[in-house]
């Protein structure tokens, strides 16, 4: 890959393994010979079924896409020559591939094929291929209406899967991807099929910045396992997880080169960004972050963006100036620390003196909850009423640039008595001790090394989803 951006020229870090590549778009026409009676699979489409499969198997092979049926092409007892695949000594199986960034196959003489299809926005409809042994038919029974899910919901959520076909395989590896290939049983299927997204379409440096791929990955999966429950995605508490291990002298930051990102790399390359992710929705809103990374995805299809093309592309579709938020999260351990420090009431007004002592800063987000019966509770322009006792007010983040470790909001409504405050209610923010967000104090939150373990007041997020 030549890089003119952080290398000057071409790109020589060597595959170690935990990140993986960054390799250009090209076009791969690749001819595998084998055994006749063996099954292939790759990356790319099969350009002459009629040398390599049986009129049968090609005949159910033509009507794949009529339904979401899982149909049998080639069968447990059809894995030799004559039966599957023609006959004779050798067959030459050749697959071309447009636009990838890389190629893979496999082949068995042991293989059952199977293959369903997904529907993709704009009516393509393309076959998903599974390949596996016979003793593993059960760790493979639900793969296609998995990988057909991941497909079709992906797609929906960011940009339309822009290959001709997926093909998933029972190999060496538990959870491996390339482009149109995947090896994985049911269990990482999701994960796996996520990544024709980031790297495959959006080809993002997996060797250095980790969380581009797998980070963002692990972000859409939490999405689609929701909406394979039929559930609305809920990212509460998620952003919050950040502060019980911000700051360990272990980790990296996001920018640093994955291949080092030493004992905590599975943290940095996969978990952290789903946490940055889950406080920029507490900040913007979920619906705004997908809009934006759907929106980042559309732009960058088939380039190259780098960490700060991700950025700027984010504040571009948020029409926001987020520079501190990305400094915090991909330069930096920083967390949030804040804390309400004093509630004082004084007629219609209340005052609550706010604390920030993290490093990271974060808008104040208030939510009151009022006395059942008592005076009309009046608005105020910065407040959102989310039932008839409950209001959630926010500040901006910028109430801590001039420098103050203190900000005191003032709530004006009314005489009506507030029974709680919670900062952070919805626990998007990586505080590293959020027992001290509520007031009056709540001695049932149980404060640990970096955080807190035990009952948390995170309720459901109202903005849409």
């Given at each position: 890959m030549f890089d003119d951006l952080r290398e000057g020229g071409w790109d020589t870090d060597a595959y170690l393994g935990p990140s993986e590549f960054y390799n250009n778009f090209g076009r791969f026409d690749v001819t595998i010979d084998v055994?006749?009676?063996?099954?292939?699979g790759a990356t790319g489409l099969l350009q002459n079924p009629e040398q390599v499969l049986t009129p049968t198997a090609r005949e159910r092979l033509s009507r794949v896409l009529?339904?979401?049926?899982?149909?049998?092409?080639?069968?447990?007892?059809?894995?030799?020559?004559?039966?599957?695949?023609?006959?004779?000594?050798?067959?030459r199986w050749h697959f071309v591939a447009d636009t990838v960034n890389d190629f893979a196959w496999a082949a068995s003489n042991r293989y059952v094929w199977d293959a369903t299809r997904a529907v993709i926005p704009g009516d393509e409809t393309v076959p998903v291929h599974i390949l596996y042994l016979p003793g593993d038919a059960q760790r493979y029974a639900q793969a296609g209406p998995t990988v057909r899910h991941a497909l079709q919901f992906y797609s929906q959520l960011w940009i339309p899967y822009a290959f001709p076909q997926l093909t998933i395989v029972d190999?060496?590896?538990?959870?491996?991807?390339?482009?149109?290939?995947?090896?994985?049983?049911?269990?990482?299927?999701?994960?796996?099929?996520g990544h024709e997204w980031w790297p495959m379409m959006v080809g993002v440096n997996e060797t250095w910045y980790g969380f581009m791929d797998e980070g963002f990955n692990q972000y859409m999966n939490i999405l689609s396992d929701a909406d394979a429950e039929g559930k609305a995605p809920n990212l509460d508490g998620l952003g919050q997880i950040y502060g019980r291990v911000s700051g360990d002298e272990?980790?990296?930051?996001?920018?640093?080169?994955?291949?080092?990102?030493?004992?905590?790399?599975?943290?940095?390359?996969?978990?952290?960004?789903?946490?940055?992710?889950?406080?920029?929705?507490?900040?913007?809103?979920d619906t705004a972050v997908r809009r934006a990374m759907s929106e980042y995805a559309r732009v960058w299809r088939f380039k190259h963006p780098s960490p700060w093309d991700y950025a700027f592309a984010m504040d571009n579709a948020l029409d926001r100036d987020l520079g501190w938020f990305w400094y915090s999260w991909l330069f930096t351990t920083d967390a949030v620390d804040g804390s309400i420090q004093q509630v004082t009431t004084s007629g219609p007004s209340t005052t609550v003196t706010v604390r920030q002592d993290g490093q990271m800063p974060s808008p104040v987000v208030l939510q009151v909850h009022f006395a059942s019966q008592g005076p009309a509770i009046r608005s105020m322009p910065n407040s959102t009423m989310t039932d008839s006792v409950t209001a959630i007010v926010r500040y901006p983040v910028d109430v801590?640039?001039?420098?103050?470790?203190?900000?005191?909001?003032?709530?004006?409504?009314?005489?009506?008595?507030?029974?709680?405050?919670?900062?952070?209610?919805?626990?998007?923010?990586?505080?590293?001790?959020?027992?001290?967000?509520?007031?009056p104090r709540d001695p049932t939150l149980v404060a640990t090394t970096g955080g807190m373990f035990g009952p948390v007041a995170c309720y459901p997020h109202r903005d849409g989803g």
């Open positions: 055994p006749a009676g063996w099954i292939v009529e339904s979401d049926s899982v149909r049998t092409i080639v069968g447990a007892d059809e894995t030799r020559a004559g039966r599957g695949t023609l006959a004779g000594d050798r067959l190999g060496p590896e538990g959870g491996m991807e390339y482009p149109m290939f995947i090896m994985s049983s049911v269990g990482a299927a999701d994960h796996e099929t272990r980790e990296a930051p996001l920018m640093w080169d994955a291949n080092y990102g030493g004992p905590m790399y599975g943290f940095q390359a996969y978990e952290k960004a789903p946490m940055m992710l889950s406080m920029l929705g507490g900040i913007v809103g801590w640039f001039g420098g103050s470790r203190t900000f005191q909001a003032e709530l004006r409504f009314g005489t009506r008595k507030i029974d709680k405050i919670v900062l952070d209610p919805h626990c998007r923010f990586p505080d590293r001790n959020p027992t001290d967000n509520v007031w």
